[in-house]
């Protein structure tokens, strides 16, 4: 059974960075599948922040280069780097694998490629 466990939110202030990570289990490897980051803020739709796939190749779906995806295969983690948060920032943060091993990771992203997710963890900004 695949299981993603979400940690590192919290409340900080804007212009601040938070780290957050994503342990998986249930897999030998994250390796071969697309990993992403998701989010969804109040009153709004889950939308897909990044994703990185098996060649280590990350994608954003915001271009002010403030996320950083990363993922070390040993461990069997995913993490998002955020800094110079602000307010708009402030949501529930999801990470997501794929089901298919080599496939990579389609654009834009969409929930629907991704088989398994974490409870989330959350994010909240203040100005």
């Known amino acids: 059974q695949v299981q993603l466990v979400e940690s590192g939110g919290g409340s900080v202030q804007a212009g601040g960075s938070l780290r957050l990570s994503c342990a998986v289990s249930?897999?030998?490897?994250?390796?071969?599948?697309?990993m992403g980051w998701f989010r969804q803020a109040p009153g709004k739709e889950r939308e897909g922040v990044a994703t990185?796939?098996?060649?280590?190749?990350g994608r954003y779906a915001h271009s002010e280069n403030r996320f950083t995806i990363s993922k070390d295969n040993a461990k069997n983690t995913l993490s998002l780097q955020i800094d110079s948060l602000n307010p708009e920032d402030t949501a529930m943060y999801y990470c997501a694998s794929g089901g298919l091993m080599y496939y990579g990771c389609t654009w834009p992203i969409k929930e629907n490629d991704f088989r398994y997710w974490g409870q989330g963890t959350q994010v909240t900004v203040s100005s």
């Open positions: 249930g897999y030998g490897s994250i390796r071969p599948y697309c």
């Open positions: 990185i796939d098996y060649t280590n190749n």
